[in-house]
């Protein structure tokens, strides 16, 4: 799988849009890019995922670059319960990659 | 309950101890995982269920971690002579797919994990 480049942290105002950017520059062409987040003293949670389109649900949007090698995810109107860590990883779909491979995340504070 | 649930979700052992996680999957859960997470890192994979079968165990660090899924239902993760290093939060995850079919985000359901403090 690719290797994700994450900041280890950033900070939010609450109300305001929080986006946080990865980096993959070494992504394949059938590799889909996934987002999950870990709340304090809880397992991680799957956000969501896209390949080459921008994709929007419920919770976030997540906007992919034409190259494909960077996206950003977007939480709209973040509140305080969205400090988290955020994670980005890129994984091809199916087969034997059942497994999720983390790297160290961005934390996002969320400030009042 | 509707969730993967952990337990004990803290545990405290002497150096030299052995040690049971233990981990009640969502029901019907055909896939179970077990991760790893130390401080201030994210999870790292140890082993992998299908049903009762380990397909997997690349992850487990040393002979001293063993996991066992006996009716493919509840999986304990046993840990012998705990050292120091093995301090850390052990998570586990159940998912319906099977690990041949298209594992879809969203099918990876995380418990609140058993956190592991060796002295």
């Known amino acids: 799988d690719a290797k994700t480049t994450q900041p280890p942290s950033m900070d939010c105002a609450e109300g305001r849009a929080a986006n946080l950017p990865c980096n993959h520059s070494?992504?394949?062409?059938?590799?889909?890019v996934y987002w999950y987040r870990q709340i304090h003293s809880q397992g991680p949670q799957y956000i969501i995922h896209?390949?080459?389109n921008n994709e929007t649900n419920e919770m976030a949007s997540l906007i992919i670059t034409e190259d494909r090698k960077s996206s950003t995810l977007i939480l709209p109107h973040a509140t305080l319960r969205d400090t988290a860590v955020y994670y980005c990883i890129v994984r091809v779909e199916g087969g034997s990659n059942y497994k999720l491979t983390f790297g160290k995340g961005t934390l996002l504070t969320v400030n009042p | 309950g509707a969730g993967v649930s952990q337990s004990p979700r803290y545990k405290v052992a002497k150096r030299g101890q052995d040690v049971a996680l233990r981990c009640d999957p969502i029901s019907g859960h055909v896939s179970l995982f077990w991760y790893q997470q130390a401080l201030g890192q994210g999870p790292e994979f140890l082993t992998y269920?299908?049903?009762?079968?380990?397909?997997?165990k690349s992850g487990l660090p040393s002979d001293r971690f063993f996991a066992e899924r006996p009716e493919g239902s509840v999986s304990t993760l046993k840990i012998q002579r705990t050292q120091q290093e093995d301090s850390a939060v052990y998570l586990c995850?159940?998912?319906?797919?099977?690990?041949?079919?298209?594992?879809?985000?969203?099918?990876?359901?995380f418990g609140e994990g058993s956190r592991l403090t060796v002295l």
């Open positions: 896209g390949l080459k």
């Open positions: 269920f299908q049903n009762e079968a380990q397909l997997d």
């Open positions: 070494t992504i394949s062409g059938n590799e889909y």
């Open positions: 995850a159940s998912s319906s797919v099977l690990r041949e079919q298209r594992i879809r985000a969203g099918e990876l359901f």
